[in-house]
T-cell receptor
């Protein structure tokens, strides 16, 4: 069964460094998302992406964050200058099989980001 | 603004039914979801319900929606040890477009007693 994949599973970085988290959404899905979950807290929406542009973003998604679909399969989240409070599990999700709107969002296994 | 609330823990005996409850605040929510997260794993979509429905059944899972009270529940019949996980309730943000993100609750830890 097709699934969303994410790499790496765990990323450790130093404060101030740039990180890129990578996701491969389910093939032929049209809508892509990033969420994060700080340890012990809720899963929080960051951004949605459709037709090569951001559709919606939350107040968390500030200028330090950016997303890109560099090719036909990858979807990336970049954090320009990481802060300690960026430490969290980051989930990628996708939906929209082919034409029309699908309401089933499928999540990847997550990347655990640790900022030291 | 949107907010989703759940109890943090639920303990049930193996073989009994589990009922996980959730309340939400956004009356314009079009879809509501239940996700399951096992230790060290991602979020697995269990089921979802459209806001014009009262109930949805899928094998051992029954979702009940009370739109008036903004209350959603997930019933798991014949609970097994493999059902032990965190269960997240989520509502669809926005007006129902394809790019709408989800707003999650904190999750309910389902603990199964032998």
């Amino acid at each position: 069964e097709p699934e969303v994949t994410q790499t790496p599973s765990h990323q450790v970085t130093q404060m101030g460094q740039e990180v890129i988290l990578r996701c491969v959404p389910i093939s032929n899905h049209l809508y892509f998302y990033w969420y994060r979950q700080i340890l012990g807290q809720k899963v929080e929406f960051l951004v949605s992406f459709y037709n090569n542009e951001i559709s919606e973003k939350s107040e968390i998604f500030d200028d330090q964050f950016s997303v890109e679909r560099p090719d036909g399969s990858n979807f990336t989240l970049k954090i320009r200058s990481t802060k300690l409070e960026d430490s969290a599990m980051y989930f990628c999700a996708s939906n929209g099989r082919g034409l029309g709107i699908s309401y089933e969002q499928y999540f990847g296994p997550g990347t655990r980001l640790t900022v030291t | 603004g949107e907010d989703v609330e759940q109890s943090l823990f639920l303990s049930v005996r193996e073989g009994d039914s589990s009922v996980i409850n959730c309340t939400y605040t956004d009356s314009s929510s079009t879809y509501l979801y239940w996700y399951k997260q096992e230790p060290g794993a991602g979020l697995q979509l269990l089921t979802y319900i459209f806001s014009n429905m009262d109930m949805k059944q899928d094998q051992r899972l029954t979702v009940l929606l009370n739109k008036k009270d903004k209350h959603l529940s997930l019933r798991i019949a014949d609970t097994q040890t493999g059902d032990s996980a965190i269960y997240f309730c989520a509502e669809r943000r926005g007006s129902g477009g394809g790019a709408d993100g989800l707003t999650f609750g904190k999750g309910t830890h389902l603990i199964i007693q032998p």
